[in-house]
């Protein structure tokens, strides 16, 4: 099995930036991918942005040239730098992981922890 726990998240001024970071363990060697999706009240769940252990890159139209994903391979650690924040960033971000880099589904989440990220004047 594999854990994912997350940290960071929190409220934040529009234009102002927070980063989540999220550290795999227990059957890392199962992952190849790994990312971010999230939840706004209301709405379903969306992919925000993943990352393979090469370091390619997939990023939602909505956050591109914002959000950044970065990777610790030694770690297996995962970070979402979240600049220039708008009040549409607000929602609960989760951590995922993927066992092939093309997967498209996940096959790992933080479903049941996630991460609050509040963008609030």
């Known amino acids: 099995q594999v854990q994912l726990v997350e940290s960071g998240g929190g409220l934040v001024q529009p234009g102002g930036s927070l980063r989540l970071s999220c550290a795999a363990s227990?059957?890392?060697?199962?992952?190849?991918?790994m990312g971010w999706y999230r939840q706004a009240p209301g709405n379903e769940r969306e992919l925000v942005a993943t990352i393979t252990w090469g370091g390619s890159t997939n990023y939602a139209d909505s956050v591109k040239g914002r959000f950044t994903i970065s990777r610790d391979n030694a770690k297996k650690t995962v970070y979402l730098q979240m600049n220039s924040q708008k009040l549409e960033d607000t929602a609960v971000y989760y951590c995922?992981?993927?066992?092939?880099?093309?997967?498209?589904?996940?096959?790992?989440?933080?479903w049941g922890q996630g991460s609050q990220v509040t963008v609030s004047s």
């Open positions: 995922t992981g993927y066992k092939t880099s093309w997967s498209r589904k996940p096959d790992f989440g933080s």
């Open positions: 227990g059957s890392i060697d199962s992952i190849n991918k």
